[in-house]
């Protein structure tokens, strides 16, 4: 600012020290690095739903920089993912031998058991036959023999039919079972991995939260920290404009100085958008 002739001596002198002033000022640089853009530290929460990521990939610890909280490193692990183990178990119960661990080991009791009153049931039929003949006063005669063999060659085609179908109900039983052993399993490796998700999805949730509310702690100290020290130039920019109005001199449209203490986000919308961003990046992982 340019003093002018011809002013009052009180704006005159106005216009001095505040050149004075202004000279004094900009002689102090100012810290600028107090106000330096800073990331918060990754939360605890997300690195929780990391590792449970890590693990269900089947992979081992994961290392995180204890400044940053990003990954560092990601141990070999067992090389088996989560479901992996119920889809091995699903194997087992499928295959043409699959149903022999599923036969109920009194199934033979029961065969012997009904096997045996039907041998009784049969003995009494033959029986019957040389009543008949002893009736008849033919016993031991041709007739009987051919009647004996009729009825001993009929009996053991039911016998055997018998026993087939008593084996064959025990094989359906097994086979049935093994079948519904393979469907569980098979739940079970799908439903583990949504439970999973839905675990991860809650850290996650919480992680950017947490983080979230640190970064906008962290923004609003830091543009309290800048006001603080701006506010003498925007002090000196203010008296600027007021005496440049009395001297009769365009003021500027802009005091000098107010650029420099403007925060370019204000604390609410970086929370918001590292919420928002986090929350669109796990809602794309997710969805994949």
Known sequence: MAIQQGTSPALEAAQKGYIGGLQNLVKTPTDTSKFAPEVQRQSQFSQAA???LARQAGLGAVQFDPKTGGVTSVGAGTGVMGFEPYLQQAAQFSGPQAYQ???S??????????????????QRGMKGIADRAVTAGAFGGGREGVERAQYGAE???????????LLGQGF????????????????LAT??????????????AAGASDLA??????DSQRQAQRLKAYEPYERASYLSSGLGSLSGMTAPQQPIGTGMSAPQMSPLQTALSIGSSLGGIYGAVKGG
């Open 50 to 52: 990391q590792q449970e």
């Open 101 to 103: 661990q599923f036969m």
């Open 105 to 122: 080991p009194y199934q033979q009791d029961v065969i012997d058991v009904t096997l045996d009153e039907y041998d009784l049931q049969s």
């Open 155 to 165: 009996s053991d085609r039911n016998r055997a039919a018998l026993q087939a179908q």
């Open 172 to 187: 359906g039983q097994a086979q049935a079972a093994a079948g519904q052993a393979f469907g569980q399993q098979s739940q």
């Open 191 to 204: 439903l583990q991995p949504a439970l999973a998700g839905q675990t991860m999805a809650g850290l996650q």
């Open 213 to 218: 509310y640190r970064q906008a702690v962290e």
